[in-house]
């Protein structure tokens, strides 16, 4: 019975102790509550006290005006209009309190809001384009920032020079074989190269076998220098071009339409109508 006794008396000191905790716990938790509670209900009651020193003011002075003369009842004016610039400033002061805080954002100056506008559009000078382009193959793009063009440039860069070195090497072949054809050593290697095993021909038809071959390689040879010089020039017109357009005005109102219209021929007042395309232009 004591054990039991004992373990009764220890369990309900516990609960106590975890009634008082949370008891606690509560008290410091409506604490912020109630201290604005009291806050706002000693704003209330010194605002009420006010009214009613106001009031009991006025009643005052209207108790005295009854018994000054109307000659002397201009100072009570005076003191009622103090009373109530008392209890508006008061109550201004009771809405500035209660009420949110109003946030001013600051303006920003329309100067710097331009020059940073200004400084994220890339506008590339075409002088300076182009001078990049003739001295470097592909830089002309590169300044004007279009990245994607230099694979078309470069491979054909890449295109021409392999077949400039192939035509040089074929021609030089060519023209060391007909340069011995004509001096008469047909047992030369640089002809029994160029010929397949077992190939049979005379050398009239093999003399003018060879210069052909030799003439169409050295025109394969100049053209190809030609395609070279093409694509480089090509390169530099493409960044003066793109660097002038760069700010060019590019807007709904600048384009072209082509549709099907029904188009009214008129001869001798006679009407012929037939069905064409129109294209109009809107600038």
Not at 20 to 47: C, E, F, N, V
Not at 197 to 206: A, D, F, R, V
Not at 231 to 254: G, M, Q, R, W
Request: aromatic residues 8%.
């Amino acid at each position: 019975m004591t054990k039991k006794r004992r373990i009764y008396q220890i369990s309900i000191a516990l609960l106590l102790c975890l009634m008082q905790t949370a008891g606690i716990a509560m008290y410091g938790q409506s604490r912020p509550r109630a201290a604005a509670k009291r806050i706002h209900r000693l704003q209330a009651d010194s605002l009420a006290a006010v009214r009613q020193a106001a009031r009991m003011q006025a009643n005052s002075l209207n108790r005295t005006m009854e018994e000054v003369p109307p000659l002397q009842a201009v100072a009570p004016a005076d003191s009622i209009a103090t009373a109530d610039s008392i209890a508006a400033e008061n109550k201004k002061k009771l809405l500035e309190m209660t009420s949110a805080p109003v946030l001013k954002e600051s303006e920003v100056p329309a100067d710097s809001l331009k020059k940073e506008i200004d400084q994220k559009i890339w506008v590339p000078n075409p002088t300076k384009a182009t001078w990049l382009a003739l001295v470097i193959p592909g830089g002309g793009q590169i300044y004007n920032r279009k990245y994607w063009k230099l694979p078309i440039f470069y491979g054909g860069f890449a295109g021409c020079a392999y077949a400039l070195t192939w035509n040089s090497k074929m021609y030089k072949d060519y023209s060391t074989a007909y340069k011995d054809a004509m001096n008469g050593n047909m047992q030369s290697s640089s002809i029994t190269d160029l010929l397949p095993p077992g190939y049979k021909i005379s050398e009239t038809q093999l003399k003018e076998l060879l210069r052909k071959r030799k003439d169409t390689y050295r025109r394969y040879r100049d053209l190809s220098i030609f395609a070279f010089i093409g694509v480089y020039l090509l390169s530099v017109i493409d960044a003066y071009v793109d660097a002038e357009l760069s700010n060019f005005d590019i807007t709904p109102d600048l384009s072209m339409k082509v549709e099907p219209a029904v188009i009214d021929n008129r001869i001798n007042n006679s009407s012929n109508r037939s069905v064409g395309l129109q294209c109009s232009f809107r600038f």
